[in-house]
């Protein structure tokens, strides 16, 4: 089942995080420095990434689509029927 789960591991998927990350990081430095134009750079930087990713996936670098796989709904007795025909028995 496990297969079936890739969790985006898909060049747009790591594309997108890793400059998410690398604005993300760049933005904490410039805070503990005080240097709010770099900051608020580095906070574009971090929007830019799904940005990326989105184009990236529109140019079929992303996940591909899948047909809807159903899995089979498992139902346990209700366990006052159960009771009930032990009692009776």
């Given at each position: 089942m496990a297969a079936h789960y890739d969790h985006g591991h898909t060049p747009a998927a790591w594309t997108g995080v890793i400059i998410s990350f690398i604005g993300f990081c760049a933005g904490g430095v410039f805070m503990v420095a005080a240097e709010p134009v770099p900051f608020w750079g580095s906070m574009?930087?971090?929007?830019?990434?799904?940005?990326v990713g989105g184009i990236m996936k529109s140019?079929?670098?992303?996940r591909k689509a899948q047909g809807h796989v159903s899995t089979p709904v498992v139902r346990a007795e209700e366990p006052q029927k159960e009771a009930a025909a032990h009692v009776g028995a």
């Open positions: 574009v930087v971090v929007l830019l990434g799904p940005l140019m079929g670098l992303g």
